[in-house]
């Protein structure tokens, strides 16, 4: 079973607006990580914030995480057209050793 | 730096038939994993090697899927023999080190066709 459940499964916005995608898991973690995959391609890294971490900037990106809610959201800020792709959450959970797990995604279209 | 390295990139089998994939990850990487990812889902873990040493296979359907690492590079996975519900994108990811707090670099993938 994925630890990590994204929501909205699929997410369609104007070039220029601003893209929120969400996590929530079920366990406590040590950190979580957000990738973006293109299509047909492998997952790249975005931004890793750790448990102890509420709030984490990269570029347009902003990450949030409450440990409390068990949930992490992934606002993508000005989006343009080559923001298209899905977007992953993944999990370190606390109890499963170094196994990092990822979640069903985000497909986010950005129409220009 | 050169990314990780996968081959085929495409590969179309009938059911009952065994299949290799081939990935060679960054450089200097001393984790490599494999995950299976079906249209539409998350990665899913099968398989995680530590340079040559298994660190966990709990979710690798042993029955009929193996991997190896030989000599802490280069890896293959195989399948044999291949069901229907095998067809998926096999991605091959590796890191620096053994920790998960630190970001993996994938590979971009062997799409499986199982008919």
């Known amino acids: 079973s994925q630890q990590g459940e994204e929501d909205p499964q699929a997410l369609s916005i104007q070039e220029g607006e601003n893209a929120t995608m969400n996590c929530s898991y079920k366990?406590?973690?040590?950190?979580l990580q957000w990738y973006r995959q293109n299509s047909g391609r492998g997952l790249v890294h975005l931004i890793l914030?750790?448990?102890?971490?509420r709030e984490k900037h990269s570029g347009r990106l902003r990450v949030t995480l409450d440990t409390s809610k068990k949930s992490s959201s992934l606002l993508i800020t000005a989006s343009r057209a080559a923001d298209t792709a899905s977007y992953f959450c993944?999990?370190?959970?606390?109890?499963?050793?170094?196994?990092?797990?990822f979640g069903g995604g985000t497909r986010l279209m950005v129409k220009p | 730096e050169a990314g990780v390295a996968q081959s085929p990139r495409y590969k179309i089998i009938e059911k009952r038939q065994s299949v290799a994939f081939w990935c060679n990850p960054i450089?200097?990487?001393?984790?490599l994993y494999w995950y299976q990812q079906i249209l539409g889902q998350g990665p899913k873990l099968l398989i995680q090697?530590?340079?040559?040493?298994?660190?966990?296979d709990s979710q690798l359907p042993k029955d009929r899927f193996s991997a190896e690492r030989l000599k802490g590079v280069d890896s293959t996975l195989k399948i044999q023999p291949a069901k229907l519900e095998d067809s998926a994108v096999y991605l091959c990811?590796?890191?620096?080190?053994?920790?998960?707090?630190?970001?993996?670099?994938f590979g971009s993938g062997t799409q499986l066709s199982v008919l």
């Open positions: 990811a590796s890191s620096l080190g053994d920790r998960a707090n630190e970001k993996l670099f």
């Open positions: 366990t406590s973690i040590n950190n």
């Open positions: 914030i750790r448990s102890n971490e």
């Open positions: 993944a999990t370190d959970q606390s109890n499963a050793g170094n196994m990092l797990t």
């Open positions: 450089s200097g990487h001393a984790t």
């Open positions: 090697f530590q340079n040559n040493g298994v660190v966990d």
